[in-house]
């Protein structure tokens, strides 16, 4: 039997990727493999269900294996790994740019440069490369990639968008009974995904709009400097009872935010793919969003999308149009759904089988 | 919550944000949207952002420093544990001392460095001005200089000509320094996604009876934040003729990487009667920059890679018209309209490689 195990340096339960790893290897058993999840840390994660990568000593014997890297970050799996002997696959779900973090969290920029370093390390050796969205895709292209396909991230909206949170509903409910609409933005706190900016264009909006409009920040943050500027932002404009930041939620209580929001905005200048624009669409929730990095692929058309360089004037006068004009909001929920059913979780399942299968076919 | 999605009309996207843009300068107009909002949103953020993370001029990361000189001798102690909140007050306490005494002396030290870079501003600003570089805005502020003086060529309409070079529609085009927005207008009716930036205000926000998105700002600021090769199309005039020659270059180098493969800029040069407009004295024989001649534009912008550069003289143009197609004789006409009035204006057109 095959083997292909996948090696990932973070593995958290409830994240994109973590949701992604574990539809990886569903699909890779679902094909007769054997595959497991190897990580330095696992968080949230159920009991044996991911290993300590150490764990990892080789191929066990006769048994070809292969070696799929989830790249997202630098660490020192992805060197340990390039050393190995075994064939190797590299999906790959991009890297924050240093320039982009490294104002805020210099700690954090040799992690970063060494994760783009190990892209380039792993292309000599990567047999295939596998891609969220075409804005990877030419990433891994432009560093010497020769075999890269575009799957995108597998996720099971239908699972994951099925239980709320009562409690969590209730309280928005009870917000909303005071009247205004409630932006959503979802994903961690961070300067490339530009929550400032949200909150900059939600300003106006109460301004110029909707005075009761309410604001809802949802994602852990992955630069406290960020937060804690945002925080002193958002304080210093005196939206504290209005912008809420909720930091990481359980799923359940995620869905309720969806449930709960009149608008997704999503003003992130690099997105390798943007799950959040799934859920949102998945929710009905109609989406304004600027058209930077992989967002305009996954978004499609179901959205109002803003060119870069947009001001925050055109963003508050975009939702103020979604939210008053009726008919075009039902045109983006529709457009939303047929947009979420080209991601749906079987047909990225079988674009990814498929790969896998054509592959291993290949390698005889 | 996802269901059998309804069947509708797609969403045409382009239209959309043309009529949002419209909403946006109509209440922008009425004072409803005041662009002085959205600025001092930016400053608000920017004091709480670090220096490196701002896109912000000399003097508000000057102003972000003087602030960050004097240091917060006040730590939080608030924690979710038991007890640490306590530990905190007792170690803030008993370092207190030692803290003040090392941060008197590194307040002191960026306070220094501080007013140093103060002072080295208003030394590079001396030098601006009596060197005639720096920021022709500053220059009109503060001389008085016509407006007509920096309008773009009037006498002779290259519409059409920008039109024929950018070929069909397709992508983002810019127009900078638009001024009254009548060519991104043409752009617009022509079916391009069309849009212009110009650095006078009131000018901008005037445009805004023509066309739905003439931004108020400089062709340099709004080029630096565009992501590489973003438009197909670039149509530079007005101010671009008279910034520093070091700007220039900047500006060229802008343009190449805000354009995609085998995008299209058409550079207009200003027309010999603006240069001989009169104005007060000091402000016209003080004025920074020069005419550009087009073998100049030439030469920047086949060293900044593009390829297929050709330069269209108006004055000749015209001259053909008038006289058929006897070469000799527009020769003729040609160097006698040089010898009478001077240079023609020109346009130039090069592209991106593919």
Redesign the interface.
Known sequence: MTAVHQFLPVYAARSAIGNHTDQVARTLRSLGLTSEIYATSAWRARRGHVKDWHEYTGPLRGEPTWLLYQLSTGSSMADALAARPEPKLVNYHNITPVPMM???EPSLVSELADGRRQMGDLSSSAALAVADSSFNGAELTAVGYRRVVVVPVLVD??AL?SAADAGVGRRLAQAKSAGGADWLFVGRLA?NKCQ?EV??AF??YR??FDPRARLWLVGGSSSP?YS???E??VA??GLGSSVTMTGSVSQAALVSYY?GADVFVCLSRHEGFCVPLLEAM???VPVVALA?SAVPETLG??G??????S????V???V??VLDDAS?R???V??G??R??EFSLARTRTRFADTMADLLAGSG | ???????????D?SQ??V???Q??ER??ASG??P?E??RE??R??A???????LDANFDTIVSKIERSAVIDLSPSVVSAYPGAAQMKQVVAKATAFYVRHVATQASSLFQGVARALRLLGERVDELELSKGAGDPARWRELEGLPEARWSPSSAVSWDDYVLEQLGAPSG?VLHTHAGDGHLVRRLIDAGYEAYGVEPVADVALAASDVVPDV?AMAAAD?LR???PG?LTGLVLSGLVEVVTPASLVELVGLAASSLAKGGTVVVLSAHPDAWRRAGPPLAVDLAPGRPVHPETWETLLARAGFVDVTTRLGFREQLAEVAGSDAACNDNFARLAAAVFGPADFAVRARRPL
């Open positions: 490294a104002p805020w909206l239908d968008g300067p400032h909150v900059k300003a106006l301004r110029c400097r804690a500027a945002l002193r932002f210093a404009l449930r998945w929710h009905r930077s058309s179901a109002v999308l803003l060119p870069e360089g001001d925050n004037s055109l508050a006068a975009s103020h149009r075009l039902d045109v983006l529709a457009a759904l047929a979420v059913e | 919550m996802s269901d059998a999605p309804p069947e509708s009309a797609p969403l996207n959309l944000l009529e949002i843009r909403e946006v209440r922008r409803d949207l662009a909002m959205e949103l930016d608000t953020f004091e709480f952002a670090p220096v490196d993370a983002r931004r709004h934040i565009l992501p973003s």
